[in-house]
């Protein structure tokens, strides 16, 4: 299993946490940003992401580097609130750049991945839209 995160105060965390698990090599973590990873082309069979995505700089060149490392037949898994549950919540205001599921679907296609279904998990709160390679 891989991880990868940008703050290095969640780095180490994650560390302390799954110290076991990187030590035996379960769980392989690296510092690094989404928008340009140091993974191979075709690595991964599945990818997926919580809540992430309101965080990422560019958003275009995300999606396009998760193409990049998803094998030809992969799936990407991409788990978000919903633009409107996130502007209700105060925090959010500040660091957060929100989404509508419409904006998701189509920065998706157009970065060469095809939407293969959208899963309501909370009514209007929360979705997981998943996609794979264009072939």
Same mark, same amino acid.
């Given at each position: 299993?891989?991880?990868?995160?940008?703050?290095?105060?969640?780095?180490?965390?994650?560390?302390?946490?799954? +110290?076991?698990?990187?030590?035996?090599?379960?769980?392989? !973590?690296? /510092?690094?940003? &989404?928008?340009?990873? =140091? %993974?191979?082309?075709?690595?991964?069979?599945?990818?997926?992401?919580?809540?992430?995505?309101?965080?990422?700089?560019?958003?275009?060149?995300?999606?396009? +580097?998760?193409?990049?490392?998803?094998?030809?037949?992969? !799936?990407? /898994?991409?788990? &978000?609130?919903?633009? =409107? %549950?996130?502007?209700?919540?105060?925090?959010?205001?500040?660091?957060?750049?929100?989404?509508?599921?419409?904006?998701?679907?189509?920065?998706?296609?157009?970065?060469?991945?095809?939407?293969?279904?959208?899963?309501? !998990?909370?009514?209007?709160?929360?979705?997981?839209?998943?996609?794979?390679?264009?072939?």
């Amino acid at each position: 299993m891989y991880g990868i995160e940008v703050s290095k105060d969640m780095f180490d965390r994650v560390f302390l946490k799954n +110290e076991q698990l990187i030590r035996n090599r379960d769980l392989r !973590i690296s /510092l690094e940003s &989404i928008q340009e990873t =140091e %993974f191979e082309s075709n690595t991964f069979d599945r990818i997926y992401t919580i809540n992430t995505i309101y965080f990422w700089n560019e958003l275009g060149k995300s999606f396009s +580097e998760i193409k990049r490392i998803l094998k030809p037949d992969g !799936i990407f /898994l991409n788990i &978000i609130y919903t633009k =409107e %549950f996130l502007d209700k919540i105060i925090y959010t205001k500040y660091g957060f750049q929100k989404y509508t599921i419409e904006e998701i679907g189509k920065i998706t296609e157009e970065n060469g991945m095809r939407i293969l279904d959208i899963v309501e !998990i909370t009514k209007k709160k929360s979705y997981c839209i998943i996609a794979g390679n264009k072939k």
